[in-house]
Every structure is written in C-alpha cells, then in structure tokens.
T-cell receptor, first 113, second 111 residues
Framework: EAQVTQNPRYLITVTGKKLTVTCSQN?????MSWYRQDPGLGLRQIYY???????DKGDVPEGYKVSRKEKRNFPLILESPSPNQTSLYFC????????????FGPGTRLTVL | GEDVEQSLFLSVREGDSSVINCTYT??????LYWYKQEPGAGLQLLTY???NMDMKQDQRLTVLLNKKDKHLSLRIADTQTGDSAIYFC???????????WGAGTKLIIKP
C-alpha cells in the first residue's frame, strides 16, 4: 500500500530534550516536506527536500533540522525543543510525475512542557 | 509573494449545498487542489483541477476555476454530516514542486 508513515504519532516531552520524528514514504517520491499545523494558521512549511541530499528552509525553519540521506526517509530533528514547538506535525511527499499531488502522513502531535 | 486565501469557517444546513471559496495569486499555477482533513486525521486529496480547465465534476463535488479572477471554488451538493472537515485549497506554481496552501475552511454542518 502506498503510504507515508510518521513516528511517533503522539509525543510529550520536556524543554531541551532532543527528539526526532521519523517520516518514511514507499512511493519513490523525489519531494518531501514537513509542515506544522496550528489553529487558525493553517499549514506552515518547516523544511522541504527536492531529492536526496538536497534540503531547504520553508517558512518556519527556526529550531528544526532535517536530513535526506535516503530517498524514502526525511526525519525532523528538534535539537532543543521549546514550548512554542508544541504543534501537530505532518510529513508529505510528492512527485511531478503524479501531478505534484502531496501525500500526507497521519500526523505527529507533539507537546513540549 | 504567492498567497492563497480562504475564509476560516462555513456553516451550512444538512442537505444544502456548501460552497467553499479560495483566491490565489500565482497565475502560472499548473494545478489547483482541494484537500480534506477530517478530525484527528491527516490531509487527503479530494480533487484537483488542471489550470486549462474551467470546471470539474465528480459525483457531489464541483470545482469551478476562474483564471481571470484567480478564484477557485468547491461546491459540495447535498451536504452530509460526514462532510464535516477542514478544506484546504492549494496551488502548484509552475516553477517548483511546492504547494502554496490556504489556511483552511472549517465546514460546520447544522442539523
């Protein structure tokens, strides 16, 4: 089944404790992206990647890191989480060969205390 | 810069038609999309329209595109309680893979 998976789905952590949210897609998509969703603000892009070893900042990259060592994986790293990073996070992937339709993961709800 | 705008809420009675509107700024967009997000879930593509089309119909859904006014709408006929969700409009500029997103319209169904 074609899908984007994210782990964990829910996470409660404390300020300053490094964490990684994993994202994996099995559709051989070139493009992957991380978004955060906050009430009234819609989707805001954090980082994106056009292909392996190519990453770039989105609209709200501060406090986040990403890597794209393999085509299928695009982990999101919070080196020192803060309460303002409490949010719902979505990973997505797409390919121009598929009309740029973005396929989304199920989301990760992160709470930073 | 590029921008997509949509109102945050729409309330309709069950059985009526819902019309969700969206305006965008990038005239080079190749595709325009409507995504649906049900409570507690991720976003799923509902439908999309290619920029050289004016209308697309799929069962209860009708998408209208006015390129001159850069206006996109989604009409849901015979709205049901299962249509309660947030609906996101997005455009795909010609220049890159990225999608430009609206803030989402929450559709509220009244009995």
């Amino acid at each position: 089944e074609a899908q984007v998976t994210q782990n964990p789905r829910y996470l409660i952590t404390v300020t300053g404790k490094k964490l990684t949210v994993t994202c994996s897609q099995n559709m051989n998509h070139e493009y992957m992206s991380w978004y955060r969703q906050d009430p009234g603000l819609g989707l805001r892009q954090i980082y994106y990647s056009m292909n392996v070893e190519v990453t770039d900042k989105g609209d709200v990259p501060e406090g986040y890191k990403v890597s794209r060592k393999e085509k299928r994986n695009f982990p999101l790293i919070l080196e020192s989480p803060s309460p303002n990073q409490t949010s719902l996070y979505f990973c997505a992937s797409s390919s121009p060969a598929e009309n740029n339709e973005q396929f989304f993961g199920p989301g990760t709800r992160l709470t930073v205390l | 810069g590029e921008d997509v705008e949509q109102s945050l809420f729409l309330s309709v009675r069950e059985g009526d038609s819902s019309v969700i509107n969206c305006t965008y700024t990038d005239s080079s967009s190749t595709y325009l999309y409507w995504y649906k997000q049900e409570p507690g879930a991720g976003l799923q593509l509902l439908t999309y329209i290619f920029s050289n089309m004016d209308m697309k119909q799929d069962q209860r859904l009708t998408v209208l595109l006015n390129k001159k006014d850069k206006h996109l709408s989604l009409r849901i006929a015979d709205t049901q309680t299962g249509d309660s969700a947030i609906y996101f409009c997005a455009e795909s500029p010609l220049s890159n893979y990225q999608l430009i997103w609206g803030a989402g319209t929450k559709l509220i169904i009244k009995p």
